[in-house]
């Protein structure tokens, strides 16, 4: 009768739940409702793998993670069933959360574990994962209110996904939409990882320029990811299907820099033995994106100016010219207006390259999205390395997320391989490998941001009573720790070498307050 009443309550919450950003997460917390548990996920079907949508129980950077379905036995068991899959409490094939749950430190001890596969028809959509540290807890809930939620749960997220497709793509067909959005995301380096409201607005320039056949010019520091937003850009164009060409001008010889752009006849000089296409024939009718633009010589600039104004290129040994259809994207992290009025780069080929520039921000400006991108590095480190498990200590990301990150999203990725060897080295033994501090080998640093505050709270402080002073800097260094480990008071006690019980009180005193979660 009680799981009747939940169903109900379930029915009418979903249908009356307005469809928004937030939809996935919505629908989680209902269906809790009927599935208490300690751990519960929503995970999309993308290709050959599973992509967290939504979580709770779980550690915050299980979001960044990308689980291959024939990785792991019960998700794969999960995804080959029609109907709710309950293991049994002994089972001996390995949890795919194991030592992420926030609940229990460590390899999950016996447990309860349900899996639900949504579908649309035949196809599967997605799926729900639930995980109980109680052995019983999934035993009293009966097959027909299971299939009855199964099917309310498939028809509402076969609703959101349809909806944020269309959202999200709205100048396509409903087919190019689901087609496009596939092949972004299942594409190797296609995803760009990142929630915080500077990555929200990039994804939203890339969308709105991507649309369009302007050429853009991608701007950012070294290692921020401007050839993935290059990818990006293509991937959300109608040259989708066509060739997406990279060239490093860097890397360009100036004596073979034109025969690379536009090609060369066989003969055409010493060592060439035969005729060979350019990069610009290769990106016809796709695009091409110029890495390092700034390191091109001035002859080749205005060679490039002639293409990019007329489509029209001279392959090298030949007189007749050609013509090509070629969107350039093009990317730098030198100053290319100070380039320009140095004489270093033609000021008309700079105008003509920033039609609609793309800043990438930093990584130390994107708030929150280091937890995320490690997640993500963590699971592609582990199945380089063999490691069954793999997972990030609170202390880590803690220190993470302190960093500075010179080298930005590159540095991160490295860093994480690189401590991911190290811990595999010391704990080899162990089933469950798990990342320290000690490990990542970096000095903790507030990133730009805190370091601002800090200094705003220093200069405010200064001109108040030394009793003031003191609980405004323990108000903003308890609470900008609390931020970081996502409100975890037992993390943020171990960082601030604080009593739990101490802390708590300490921030009662100074008016601190943590919305309580479901």
Same mark, same amino acid.
């Given at each position: 009768?009680?799981?009747?009443?939940?169903?109900?309550?379930?029915?009418?919450?979903?249908?009356?739940?307005?469809?928004?950003?937030?939809?996935?997460?919505?629908?989680?917390?209902?269906?809790? *409702?009927?599935?208490?548990?300690?751990?519960?996920?929503?995970?999309?079907?993308?290709?050959?793998?599973?992509?967290?949508?939504?979580?709770?129980?779980?550690?915050? #950077?299980?979001?960044? *993670?990308?689980?291959? +379905?024939?990785?792991?036995?019960?998700?794969?068991?999960?995804?080959?069933?029609?109907?709710?899959?309950?293991?049994?409490?002994?089972?001996?094939?390995?949890?795919?959360?194991?030592?992420?749950?926030?609940?229990?430190?460590?390899?999950?001890?016996?447990?309860?574990?349900?899996?639900?596969?949504?579908?649309?028809?035949?196809?599967?959509?997605?799926?729900?994962?639930? #995980? /109980?540290?109680?052995?019983?807890?999934?035993?009293?809930?009966?097959?027909? =209110?299971?299939?009855?939620?199964?099917?309310?749960?498939?028809?509402?997220?076969?609703?959101?996904?349809?909806?944020?497709?269309?959202?999200?793509?709205? &100048?396509?067909?409903?087919?190019?939409?689901?087609?496009? =959005?596939?092949?972004?995301?299942?594409?190797?380096?296609?995803?760009?990882?990142?929630? /915080?409201?500077?990555?929200?607005?990039?994804?939203?320039?890339?969308?709105?320029?991507?649309?369009?056949?302007?050429?853009?010019?991608?701007?950012?520091?070294?290692?921020?990811?401007?050839?993935?937003?290059?990818?990006?850009?293509?991937?959300?164009?109608?040259?989708?299907? &066509?060739?997406?060409?990279?060239?490093?001008?860097?890397?360009?010889?100036?004596?073979?820099?034109?025969?690379?752009?536009?090609?060369?006849?066989?003969?055409?000089?010493?060592?060439?033995?035969?005729?060979? &296409?350019?990069?610009?024939?290769?990106?016809?009718?796709?695009?091409?994106?110029?890495?390092?633009?700034?390191?091109?010589?001035?002859?080749? &600039?205005?060679?490039?100016?002639?293409?990019?104004?007329?489509?029209?290129?001279?392959?090298?040994?030949?007189?007749?010219?050609?013509?090509?259809?070629?969107?350039?994207?093009?990317? =730098?992290?030198?100053?290319?207006?100070?380039?320009?009025?140095?004489? *270093?780069?033609?000021?008309?080929?700079?105008?003509?390259?920033?039609?609609?520039?793309?800043?990438?921000?930093?990584?130390?400006?994107?708030?929150?999205?280091?937890?995320?991108?490690?997640?993500?590095?963590?699971?592609?480190?582990a199945r380089k390395l063999g490691i069954k498990q793999l997972k990030l200590s609170t202390e880590a990301q803690a220190l993470l997320n302190q960093y500075s990150w010179p080298g930005n999203v590159r540095e991160l990725e490295h860093v994480i391989s690189r401590s991911?060897?190290?811990?595999?080295?010391?704990?080899?033994?162990?089933?469950?490998?798990?990342?320290?501090?000690?490990?990542?080998?970096?000095?903790?640093?507030?990133?730009? @941001?805190?370091?601002?505050?800090?200094?705003? @709270? +220093?200069?405010?402080?200064?001109?108040?009573?030394?009793?003031?002073?003191?609980?405004?800097?323990?108000?903003?260094?308890?609470?900008?720790?609390?931020?970081?480990?996502?409100?975890?008071?037992?993390?943020?006690?171990?960082?601030?070498?604080?009593?739990?019980?101490?802390?708590? *009180?300490?921030?009662?005193?100074?008016? +601190?307050?943590?919305?309580?979660?479901?």
């Amino acid at each position: 009768m009680n799981q009747q009443f939940n169903l109900t309550q379930v029915a009418l919450e979903l249908a009356q739940s307005t469809l928004h950003e937030h939809s996935f997460d919505q629908l989680l917390a209902t269906v809790e *409702r009927v599935i208490p548990s300690d751990a519960s996920a929503l995970l999309v079907v993308q290709g050959e793998q599973l992509k967290p949508l939504a979580i709770k129980g779980l550690m915050p #950077d299980s979001l960044g *993670r990308r689980f291959k +379905i024939a990785e792991h036995p019960r998700l794969k068991a999960i995804c080959s069933a029609s109907h709710a899959l309950q293991f049994a409490h002994d089972c001996p094939l390995p949890d795919p959360y194991d030592g992420l749950l926030l609940a229990k430190t460590g390899d999950i001890p016996v447990h309860a574990c349900l899996g639900l596969p949504l579908y649309d028809k035949n196809a599967l959509l997605g799926v729900l994962t639930f #995980d /109980s540290l109680n052995a019983n807890a999934f035993s009293n809930i009966s097959a027909n =209110t299971l299939s009855t939620l199964q099917t309310l749960c498939s028809a509402h997220f076969k609703t959101a996904l349809e909806l944020a497709h269309y959202k999200h793509h709205a &100048q396509h067909s409903s087919a190019l939409v689901q087609e496009l =959005t596939r092949d972004a995301l299942t594409r190797d380096g296609g995803e760009i990882i990142g929630q /915080s409201p500077v990555m929200q607005t990039l994804k939203n320039e890339i969308k709105l320029v991507a649309a369009s056949d302007f050429s853009v010019l991608v701007l950012g520091e070294t290692g921020v990811g401007k050839e993935l937003v290059a990818r990006n850009i293509h991937l959300n164009s109608a040259r989708k299907d &066509q060739p997406l060409i990279h060239l490093n001008c860097a890397s360009l010889p100036e004596n073979l820099a034109e025969s690379e752009f536009f090609g060369h006849a066989k003969g055409a000089f010493t060592g060439a033995q035969n005729a060979r &296409q350019g990069k610009f024939q290769l990106a016809d009718g796709g695009t091409l994106f110029l890495d390092e633009i700034g390191e091109l010589p001035l002859a080749m &600039q205005s060679k490039l100016l002639r293409v990019l104004q007329s489509g029209e290129i001279q392959t090298v040994g030949e007189d007749t010219p050609k013509y090509v259809d070629v969107r350039v994207v093009a990317a =730098t992290n030198r100053d290319l207006k100070r380039e320009v009025a140095q004489g *270093r780069f033609r000021a008309d080929l700079y105008h003509r390259l920033s039609v609609y520039p793309i800043t990438v921000p930093p990584l130390n400006k994107r708030e929150h999205d280091i937890t995320l991108l490690a997640g993500y590095f963590i699971e592609q480190t582990a199945r380089k390395l063999g490691i069954k498990q793999l997972k990030l200590s609170t202390e880590a990301q803690a220190l993470l997320n302190q960093y500075s990150w010179p080298g930005n999203v590159r540095e991160l990725e490295h860093v994480i391989s690189r401590s991911a060897l190290k811990a595999k080295q010391s704990q080899w033994q162990n089933p469950i490998v798990t990342i320290t501090s000690e490990h990542c080998d970096l000095t903790p640093q507030l990133s730009n @941001t805190v370091q601002i505050n800090t200094q705003n @709270t +220093i200069h405010t402080a200064c001109n108040q009573p030394l009793k003031q002073a003191v609980e405004s800097l323990q108000f903003t260094v308890i609470t900008e720790q609390l931020k970081q480990h996502n409100y975890n008071w037992a993390a943020t006690a171990r960082v601030l070498e604080l009593d739990r019980a101490n802390l708590v *009180r300490l921030a009662k005193r100074l008016g +601190i307050k943590v919305k309580k979660t479901i």
